[in-house]
């Protein structure tokens, strides 16, 4: 079991830019959800992926879209950056049942800042 | 709208006595609440839940109390120890799963 990863670990963007943000779940666990934490704030919930679907989402506009792959490694994307979305970026993934106790394990995050 | 509050930025406590640290929501749905613990260039880790259907829930220093009626939850650590320091977030879920965290309240454990 080696965690959740992510990647990279900083990224520097400039307004109007595209970027891709990426996670490495826990093998075995079929849930990721991607979290924005800014400055100061706690982690506010972009959505969530089972098994390769969309699962739900947060209020977080259509320019903010992912993606999980059979190999448990997830992606964020976010196009058109605005200066607003720079902040912590954090993926957790979790077995992927309906239980509310299933534990998410978080990653360590992506440093973005947008200039 | 912040559904998930935490009213106190900061707390700081000296070693060996107790920590205490609120939250409240406004969300009725909510049926299950996790409290994380973040160390800096860390993710946040999980630390104790409890389920709306309890009132109290205890693991080893840490015990976190639900008042369903107020919409207040506490975590209580003690006794607090250096190590405890951190920024602990409080989370809350419904059935479907998302978690929605609280501003976070960091903890500093002075010798």
């Known amino acids: 079991e080696t965690g959740v990863t992510q990647s990279p670990t900083h990224l520097i963007k400039t307004r109007g830019q595209q970027v891709t943000l990426r996670c490495s779940s826990q093998?075995?666990?079929?849930?990721v959800s991607w979290y924005q934490q800014a400055l100061g704030q706690g982690p506010q919930f972009i959505f969530q992926?089972?098994?390769?679907?969309?699962?739900g989402r947060g209020n977080f506009p259509p320019r903010f879209s992912g993606l999980q792959f059979p190999n448990y490694s997830s992606e964020l994307n976010v196009n058109a950056l605005e200066l607003d979305d720079s902040a912590l970026y954090l993926c957790?993934?979790?077995?992927?049942?309906?239980?509310?106790?299933?534990?998410?394990?978080f990653g360590p995050g992506t440093r973005l800042t947008v200039t | 709208d912040q559904q998930v509050k935490q009213n106190s930025p900061s707390l700081s406590v000296q070693e060996g006595r107790i920590s205490i640290l609120n939250c409240d929501y406004t969300?009725?749905?909510?049926?299950?609440f996790l409290w994380y613990k973040k160390y800096p260039a860390e993710g946040p880790t999980f630390l104790i839940s409890?389920?709306?259907?309890?009132d109290k829930n205890e693991d080893g220093r840490f015990t976190v109390f639900l008042n369903k009626s107020a919409k207040h939850l506490s975590l209580h650590i003690v006794p607090s120890q250096p190590g405890d320091s951190a920024v602990y977030f409080c989370?809350?879920?419904?059935?479907?799963?998302?978690?929605?965290f609280g501003a976070g309240t960091q903890v500093v454990v002075t010798p």
């Open positions: 957790a993934s979790s077995l992927g049942t309906t239980d509310p106790a299933d534990e998410q394990y």
């Open positions: 093998s075995g666990h079929n849930t």
């Open positions: 992926y089972y098994r390769e679907e969309e699962n």
């Open positions: 969300n009725s749905m909510f049926d299950y």
């Open positions: 409890i389920s709306s259907i309890k």
């Open positions: 989370a809350a879920t419904d059935s479907w799963g998302k978690l929605q």
